[in-house]
């Protein structure tokens, strides 16, 4: 990739997608084809591509089994590849890319190294900010985000909502509509098969090169339904790395701060957070208004669409409890303290008592065998 610094200014000090909106500008003039330096890849059938074992054998399976594949494997479509991200650019049509593979096998890495690419040719900053942790970012930057904004929506996101309900299908059309409107790239990132999020072309990572810090894909045909497949094959593509050494920095602390949120999160505040949220629909004088459990449940998602629809569920059960019963925060808790008193006095009661608890005068009866 080019040398040239893409981008100027420092790390966005907002983390909130609608700060970052706000102070996100075009601080570049886009880069013409023609101004971007040749990469100079190597020949890929002469590097060394590391690649684990089992998805190697698993490739040489395909190869062999499945023709379409084996053609996919030795066809590069690198050069094609990059013209299509040119073509989109010029003609201001959005981009849409899913990329699933191992963890740690380089997806990340490559998606970055796309967005990058885009961002030069469109003069729109991109940053580790436009890195979508979860769903609720995601949907947020949508919704504040600029005209040619490229988006990674990374590996931990999961879709909460019910699957085919109304609510789900509204909201993805209206994100959709928001999406080719403003002319929105986004690669969306899954670890273990493409899930449909409306991308154009797949990219499924199919080994890494070190030495010239490069990834190789299997770039696949996500609308065909050709030859009976969901996803149909069609060359490989290398993707050099981004050369830019504070973004990977930013990027890498991100994640550590996002794996240390959900270390320190344990069961019981899971728990105690759905309590405290269920009491408080239970005040919400629309819920309360509510006859019809199916509406009370998409209130809650509508309120907390983090949320998956088992947990939906339980905060409803629990707003009723509220509602119909009159019980309380405070009762959940004498009731926790209840149970686990009675547990405790009930695994007393079944542990045989040791020497040391035994009274002086207290003899331990032994079982003598009887006379015949």
């Known amino acids: ?42 020949n890929p059938q002469t590097l060394v591509w590391a690649i684990d074992p089992i998805q190697q054998y698993l ?149 890494r090169n070190f030495e010239y810090k490069l990834t190789k894909f299997l770039l696949y045909d996500m609308s065909s339904k050709t030859f009976g497949m969901s996803a149909v094959p069609l060359g490989f593509v290398i993707i050099p790395k981004y050369n830019d050494q504070a973004f990977s920095d930013e990027y890498e602390g991100k994640k550590d701060e996002h794996i240390q949120d959900l270390r320190d999160e344990n069961i019981g505040m899971r728990q105690q957070r759905r309590l405290d949220e269920g009491f408080a629909i239970a005040k919400n004088p629309l819920f309360q208004k509510m006859k019809n459990t199916q509406q009370k449940i998409e209130l809650c998602q509508h309120l907390f669409p983090m949320r998956t629809i088992q947990e939906t569920m339980e905060l409803v059960q629990i707003a009723n409890m509220n509602l119909k019963l009159g019980i309380r925060q405070e009762d959940f808790d004498m009731a926790k303290k209840e149970v686990e008193r009675d547990l405790s006095a009930i695994k007393d009661s079944r542990a045989e008592p040791r020497v040391s608890e035994l009274e002086p005068n207290d003899e331990v009866e032994e079982d003598v065998p009887e006379e015949e």
Request: glycine share 8%.
């Open 59 to 207: 490739n040489a399976l395909k190869m062999q089994k499945l023709p379409i594949f084996a053609e996919a494997m030795n066809r590069n479509m690198t050069g094609l590849f990059y013209n299509f991200l040119d073509y989109k650019v010029e003609k201001k049509e959005n981009i849409g890319l899913e990329v699933k593979g191992a963890t740690r096998s380089g997806k990340s890495t490559g998606a970055i190294s796309v967005g990058k690419y885009v961002s030069m040719r469109t003069g729109v900053i991109f940053t580790p900010k436009h890195v979508c942790p979860n769903e609720q970012y995601y949907i947020d930057l949508v919704k504040v985000a600029i005209d040619n904004q490229f988006i990674v929506v990374d590996e931990q996101l999961e879709t909460h909502v019910g699957s085919g309900s109304f609510r789900e299908m509204q909201y993805t059309e209206d994100l959709n509509n928001i999406i080719a409107k403003r002319c929105i790239h986004i690669a969306w990132l899954h670890p273990p098969e493409f899930v449909g999020r409306g991308g154009q072309y797949g990219l499924e990572t199919a080994g």
């Open 1 to 42: 990739m080019s040398e040239r610094k893409l981008f100027s200014g420092g790390a966005v000090p907002n983390d909130t997608p609608r700060d970052l909106a706000i102070q996100t500008i075009q601080s570049l003039e886009p880069v013409k084809k023609k101004e971007i330096p040749k990469m100079n890849i190597p």
